[in-house]
């Protein structure tokens, strides 16, 4: 594929893993590409967890679920049934869980580039996740990234440090295929908008929707 390919057959998947094995020089390049990210002052702020042991895939699974249902209880009416359609993770039914950390303290102190704005290194994990996504896709693995947990859970359930935060659990693995528009459209969720609508010339213009 051409990097603009990936770049447009990348797609966040759930229902479509096959649970097959991901060879370790796959891995090895996804992962590597992850670690190749930019990132504020050179910190590297991020790890990844691999996780393959069923019983934490199953607590993890649990909790989201429990999750799922907090979310589901704000909603009413045509969002509530809407969302009762759609798939929120395939935690179980992939091959893998990676799951992405933020190191605040590494490269501390005098981080270059993050005194003004702390978020900086956060952005730089998001980086890593997002070369991790874009090489799933050029592997024809699929990835689908959770974020529907409480962090303080996924820490205990991983040991994290104190002061380390989770950023993504990324299910990842052989899929049968990547479909060609998001989950969440394909229900009716939400619509992508074309370019055009967040697109400014020389100062931020109000539109009447965000
Ligand atoms: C920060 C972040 C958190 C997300 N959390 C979830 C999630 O918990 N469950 C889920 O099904 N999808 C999650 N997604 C996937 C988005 O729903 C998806 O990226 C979006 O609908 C666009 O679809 P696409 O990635 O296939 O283009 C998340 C994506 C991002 C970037």
């Known amino acids: 594929m051409s990097f603009y390919d ?3 057959r990348r797609r966040d998947t759930r229902g479509e893993f096959t649970g097959a094995p991901i ?3 796959v891995l090895r390049r996804v992962l ?3 670690h190749a990210a930019p990132s504020v002052g050179l910190t ?3 790890d990844f967890v691999l996780v393959r042991d069923e019983g934490t895939r199953l607590a993890f699974r649990d909790h989201v679920a429990a999750e799922r249902e907090v979310f589901a209880a704000e909603l009413t009416g045509e969002r509530a049934e809407v969302f009762s359609r759609v798939k929120v993770e ?6 893998l869980g990676v799951a992405v950390t933020y190191d605040p303290e590494r490269g501390s102190p005098a981080v270059l580039g993050r005194h003004a704005i702390a978020d900086a290194g956060l952005y730089s994990v998001c980086l890593a996740i997002q070369n991790l996504w874009l090489a799933a896709t050029e592997e024809g693995l699929g ?3 959770v974020s529907f947990y409480r962090e303080e859970v996924l820490s205990g359930l991983l040991g994290l440090p104190e002061g380390v935060r989770p950023v993504a659990w990324l299910c990842l693995g052989p899929v049968t295929e990547l479909p060609d528009a998001p989950d969440l459209e394909r229900h009716g969720w939400r619509n992508r ?4 609508a967040v697109l400014h010339q020389e100062r931020y213009t109000q539109r009447s929707s965000r």
């Open 23 to 25: 060879p370790d020089d």
């Open 193 to 196: 908008v074309p370019l055009e």
């Open 143 to 145: 990835l689908g990234w």
């Open 32 to 34: 590597s590409a992850a």
């Open 44 to 46: 590297q702020p991020w």
């Open 6 to 8: 990936v770049l447009h």
């Open 90 to 95: 395939g935690i179980m039914e992939s091959t």
